[in-house]
């Protein structure tokens, strides 16, 4: 690992810069997804917080994609050899509202590759931050954790057992939800990603050794954000940090979970039906005139 390791920091400081038009259409889309007023989403004049994933989409060739749907490695990513690849969280900073429509640039920068080895074999963490930028100024800051590791067979593939029963009575407000194979493949759609583990069951299960299709760590960070959206709609989010910890999957009731832990800050969480913690956020906000949280009306 330690030859492979000088390699791949060789991309280390690597910058990548994308445009892209923020419209409305993929904004009706979200809405719906998420059972929203499509024509509502269609009015907005500014993003919601973490729709901004629903933009900068890479247009990889087809014939450019590895086995599991990611593009093939070695271009703007290290070319790393474990097979899997995970989006293991991130941390955001909301600086100002992403206007709808406007004319958008991302700027994309590899911070850090680093490797490890554990009870589950080898790992390799990239950080990737990521610059979206208005009329010269950026508007939105993240940084984004990118975790490969080798693949297992699923009777190796160690699980956190389950909960006590208490993770959702200790929320101050939750909602239950469903992730169904329609809900996967629309945001697979939705976003551009071609990952076998969400739409793909014997590929998610028998390739990579998952209990069934993959709910997105994007799409249960936005569940976690529009929780607060309902709760806070006259505050505006600062600052988001989420962490994936246990897979979630399809056709299994999950419940999104919040509580304040201060006046404006928010503990936030995903449970499994088996009570157990598969995501992990806080956020930081501030209270503003009503009506005007962040891109909400």
Known sequence: MTDELKKMRQ?????????DLISPGPLRAMAALLDQDPLRAAQ???????????????P?????????????????????????RMWAGGRLWFHDDIPVPSAATRTSTIKSVDAKSGRSGDLVFIEVAHDIS?????????EHDIVYR???SPAAVKRIPAGTGDTVAKARFSRQHVADAALLFRYSALTFNAHRIHYDRDYAV????????VVHGPLLATLLVELLRE????SRILEFAFRAIHPVFDAMPFRACGNLTAPHHGQLWITDHQDRICMEATARLEPCMPGRGLAWN
């Open 206 to 213: 028998n390739s990579e050794g998952y209990g069934g299709l």
């Open 134 to 142: 208005v009329d010269g100024q950026v508007v939105l800051r993240e």
């Open 60 to 84: 990889v060739r087809h014939s450019r994609l590895a086995e599991d749907g990611h593009a093939l490695r070695g271009d703007f990513l290290p070319p790393v050899a474990l097979p899997r």
């Open 231 to 234: 709760e806070y709609p006259d």
């Open 44 to 58: 907005l004049e500014c993003l919601p917080p973490l729709w901004h994933w629903l933009f900068f989409l890479a």
């Open 150 to 152: 080798q693949r297992q």
């Open 11 to 19: 991309w280390v400081g690597r910058i990548q810069t994308d445009e």
